[in-house]
């Protein structure tokens, strides 16, 4: 029912900055909340920031200051504007959509998951 796309990832050095973009399409009614993972190598999968429906945000501890979620409604697109990038933070980030779809006159919740994009930040 959602298929996101994720885009903007890289190779950067450390003290850099990349902006990662993810939109989602499809079937559904509503998109609720948003957030970007991230699992670095030989690694689980870590939150790394939320942002509600309402715009409420929260931020893991290793990135609050640097980081910034945001979203568009119009375009159902998250952002994660990195600054400040460390070699730590090089991992693949997925972007996560819980939405809202129907079938026939039944709401359903799911979670949607993108494919990842690479950052790697080098020293």
């Known amino acids: 029912q959602v298929r996101l796309v994720e885009s903007g990832g890289g190779p950067v050095q450390a003290g850099g900055s990349l902006r990662l973009s993810c939109a989602a399409s499809?079937?559904?009614?509503?998109?609720?909340?948003m957030a970007w993972y991230r699992q670095g190598p030989g690694k689980q999968r870590d939150l790394v920031a939320t942002?509600?429906?309402?715009?409420?945000?929260y931020y893991a501890d290793s990135v609050k200051g640097r980081f910034t979620i945001s979203r568009t409604y119009a375009k159902n697109t998250v952002y994660l504007q990195m600054n400040s990038l460390k070699p730590e933070d090089t991992a693949v980030y997925y972007c996560?959509?819980?939405?809202?779809?129907?079938?026939?006159?039944?709401?359903?919740?799911?979670?949607?998951w993108g494919q990842g994009t690479q950052v790697t930040v080098s020293s």
């Open positions: 499809g079937s559904f009614s509503r998109i609720n909340a």
């Open positions: 942002i509600s429906s309402g715009g409420s945000t």
């Open positions: 996560n959509v819980d939405a809202n779809y129907y079938t026939g006159s039944v709401r359903r919740a799911g979670d949607y």
